[in-house]
C-alpha cells in the first residue's frame, strides 16, 4: 500500500498512526506542500480537492483521511482500533465526528494563528476559544467515564485528535486542555503511544 502526504501534515499524521498502530508496513511518497504539489495534476488524480493524503491499496484508491483510517481498521486491523459491537463502534463514530465538526475547526484557527502565523483576527479567535471550550467540556464529561473516547480501548476515535492536539500543545490555548483534567491524562496517555511517537516523527 502506499500513502501519498507530508509528515508534517495532521492529516497525513492520522493516517501514520493508524498504520503504526495496526503494524502494516506501506510505502510513503512525499507531496511538498510548500512547493505547490498537491495542486498539480499527478496530485489532482488522486484527490479531487487539491488536498493530502491520498491512499492506494491495490486497485483501492482513496481520498480523506478518516476514510482512509476506517479502510485500514476495517481491512487490515483484524479487530483492533474499531469496536466489535454496534453500540461501541457508534461511540467511535460519534467521538470522529465530534473531532470533524466541533474541534478540529476551532483548534485550527489557534494553530493558523500561532505555528502557522497565519493572523485570524481577535473576533475570530474570542469566538473559537469560546466554542473550543465547550467541545473540551463535552470530552471531558466522556472521558469522565471511560478512558478512551468509545470506551475501555484505544481506537480511531483517539488517533483523530492526537495530530491537531500535537500542535495544540505549542500554542497558548493548550492552557485549555490543562485545565481538564481528564482530556489532560487522555492526552498524556494516547501521546506517549509508540504509534503516536512514530507518526509524529520522534
Ligand atoms: N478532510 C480532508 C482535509 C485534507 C486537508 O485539508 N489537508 C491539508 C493538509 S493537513 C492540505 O492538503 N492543505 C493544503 C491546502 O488546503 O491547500 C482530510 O481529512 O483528508
New binding site residues.
Given amino acids: 500500500m502506499k500513502l501519498f502526504g507530508h509528515p508534517g501534515?495532521?492529516?497525513?499524521r492520522k493516517v501514520l498512526c493508524t498504520m503504526n498502530e495496526l503494524g502494516v508496513s506501506h510505502e510513503f511518497e512525499l507531496v511538498d506542500?510548500a512547493k505547490g504539489e498537491?495542486k498539480l495534476e499527478a496530485n489532482l488524480k488522486r484527490q479531487p480537492f487539491?488536498?493530502?493524503?491520498s491512499f492506494e491499496d491495490g486497485d483501492v484508491r482513496l481520498?480523506?483521511?478518516?476514510t482512509i483510517c476506517r479502510y485500514l481498521s476495517d481491512a487490515h486491523g483484524q479487530g483492533k482500533l474499531t469496536p466489535a459491537d454496534a453500540a461501541g463502534r457508534a461511540r467511535m463514530n460519534l467521538a470522529i465526528d465530534i473531532e470533524a465538526s466541533y474541534f478540529t475547526p476551532h483548534a485550527m484557527t489557534f494553530i493558523y494563528e500561532h505555528v502557522f502565523k497565519r493572523p485570524q483576527g481577535d473576533e475570530k479567535l474570542a469566538s473559537a476559544q469560546q466554542s473550543l471550550d465547550h467541545t473540551l467540556d463535552v470530552l471531558d464529561g466522556i472521558l469522565a467515564r471511560t478512558p478512551y473516547l468509545a470506551g475501555a480501548d484505544f481506537t480511531l476515535g483517539d488517533i483523530v485528535y492526537l495530530p491537531y492536539l500535537e500542535y495544540l500543545a505549542l500554542t497558548p490555548v493548550f492552557a485549555s486542555v490543562k485545565a481538564r483534567p481528564n482530556v489532560s491524562a487522555w492526552w498524556t496517555r494516547c501521546s506517549e503511544r509508540p504509534g503516536w511517537q512514530k507518526a509524529a516523527g520522534r
Fill in positions: 501534515s495532521t492529516c497525513t506542500l498537491h487539491g488536498k493530502i493524503p481520498f480523506e483521511s478518516r
